[in-house]
């Protein structure tokens, strides 16, 4: 009888994390999860839109000839 418990408890314990890892991304799709997906993809798309207006608002770099090495004073 102690035998077949241990038997028991050891196949338990080595099956659970092969089980855990197939509960993964890839192991079982769920209709939230392909809702969440779309509310991602339109959090993404307003991440980028906001990312885009604000590199457009960095002014350009002055063209100065001493502006191209910030060393040359320490040199």
Sequence with gaps: MRAVVVALTTIALLTAPAYAQGRGKGGGKHPASDQTSEE??????????????A?????DKKSDDKSDDPWQKVR
């Design 55 to 59: 590199i457009e608002r960095i002014p």
């Design 40 to 53: 991602q993809k339109k959090k993404n798309a307003d991440a980028d839109k906001a990312y885009k207006s």
